[in-house]
């Protein structure tokens, strides 16, 4: 089972690298940080927090933090 297992990641790897490397892609996560940020300057945080807010963030994954 562990070398099927590794083909399994190592495909789903392959797919979202090709997925993540399309220009469509990247103009996407940044409109989607642009408006984070703005939306943070807009709740009240200053611009300093709201770029450190951002920049810790990183890119936005579908897992999320539980």
Do not use: C, H
Not at 7 to 17: A, G, H, Q, R
Not at 18 to 47: C, H, S
């Amino acid at each position: 089972m562990g070398p099927m297992m590794g083909e399994m990641m190592s495909n789903m790897l392959k797919s979202m690298s090709k997925t993540m490397a399309e220009p469509q892609i990247a103009q996407n996560f940044a409109t989607f940080t642009r408006n984070y940020y703005q939306a943070l300057v807009d709740r009240g945080f200053t611009e300093e927090e709201a770029m450190k807010i951002v920049t810790s963030t990183g890119v936005p994954s579908m897992g999320g933090k539980q």
